[in-house]
């Protein structure tokens, strides 16, 4: 099958800890699974089993903290250098949240260079994954707001839970905040112009069948069946011949990201100038203060 083609050997199913986890199908040798051992960090868990997947588990909701966020892009990049490595599946350790997007707590009350250091990783982050060579899949098992969301688009297919209580979307404006141009541009390359002008304005949540609607997945099925679709998924786009999928992936990526490289330090002076705001940080502790109230 496409998929054992992608992961190389057999090893037990292995569980490290921390706010992700990758399982990876099959290890040559011993020594090979040792060498793996460096995914076995805080914040990430690596599984060894049939596919590669990054599990997001950071209690409660997977929101992307500075820690989570350094150690996603590690253990990203560890793979993009293992040739045993064509494919990876994201998904939520935790059922009916994928991930709650980034984390509110590290955009109020820090310093400047706090925040600096936050959106230098959140960039980085995206521009591992959006750029990523490998095949990347996102099985969607729960909400995914704002940059949760932004996750998920930056993959190459996306399958979510057939559950109307699930939401995706870039909901930055109901927080007060503003999605910024890459978000902007990682949605209109994957749902188009209008759909998310009208997005980001509203700030809007889609349950999971409107989500299908407007193309903000590619697929929905129950909730059980999320990661055996993605598997199979990575099957079919495992078949194509690396090389070309490849390139045609940077062909329709490349002027995206070559955007936010061009323009990296003045994103991060802008998101520092905007989120350091009297106001913002009110309209985020407001909303905080609600998240907290709805219990
Ligand atoms: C001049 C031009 C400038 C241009 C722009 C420049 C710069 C750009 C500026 C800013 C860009 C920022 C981009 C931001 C992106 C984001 O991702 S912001 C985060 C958005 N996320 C959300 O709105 C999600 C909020 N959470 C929820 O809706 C729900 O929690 C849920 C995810 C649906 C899960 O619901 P439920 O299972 O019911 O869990 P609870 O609501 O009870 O939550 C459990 C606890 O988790 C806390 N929490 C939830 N989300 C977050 C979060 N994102 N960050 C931190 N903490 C979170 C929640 O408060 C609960 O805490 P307690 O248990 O009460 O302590």
Not at 167 to 172: D, F, S, T, W
């Amino acid at each position: 099958m496409a998929a054992q083609a992608v992961l190389r050997s057999s090893a037990p199913a292995r569980l490290l800890s921390g706010s992700f986890y990758i399982r990876k199908g099959v290890l040559a040798s011993w020594q090979h699974y040792q060498s793996r051992r460096p995914f076995s960090n805080e914040k990430v868990l690596v599984e060894l089993d049939e596919s590669t997947v990054m599990k997001m588990k950071n209690p409660p909701v997977n929101s992307l903290s500075l820690d989570v966020l350094t150690e996603f892009s590690i253990s990203l990049e560890k793979l993009e250098i293992d040739r045993g490595c064509r494919g990876v599946i994201l998904t939520s350790a935790f059922p009916k949240i994928f991930s709650a997007g980034l984390d509110i707590t590290e955009m109020c009350g820090k310093s400047a260079e706090h925040y600096a250091a936050f959106w230098r990783a959140v960039q980085e982050m995206w521009l591992k994954l959006y750029g990523s060579n490998m095949v990347t899949i996102a099985a969607i098992n729960g909400s995914s707001p704002a940059g949760g969301c932004l996750m998920a688009m930056c993959c190459d297919y996306r399958i979510m839970a057939d559950n109307p209580k699930f939401a995706i979307g870039l909901n930055e404006t109901q927080l007060g905040i503003v999605a910024p141009f890459w978000f902007k541009e990682t949605m209109v390359n994957t749902v188009g112009n209008r759909v998310t002008e009208q997005s980001l304005q509203l700030g809007q949540m889609y349950p999971a069948p409107d989500a299908l609607k407007i193309g903000l997945v590619d697929k929905l099925v129950t909730e059980e069946k999320v990661q055996s679709t993605a598997v199979a998924a990575m099957s079919q786009w495992l078949a194509v011949p690396d090389h070309a999928r490849q390139i045609t992936k940077s062909i329709m990526r490349k002027p995206t990201i070559d955007n936010l490289v061009k323009h990296r330090e003045a994103d991060i002076n802008n998101f520092v100038s905007f989120i350091t705001k009297d106001s913002i940080q009110k309209s985020l502790q407001v909303y905080m203060d609600r998240l907290k109230q709805k219990k």
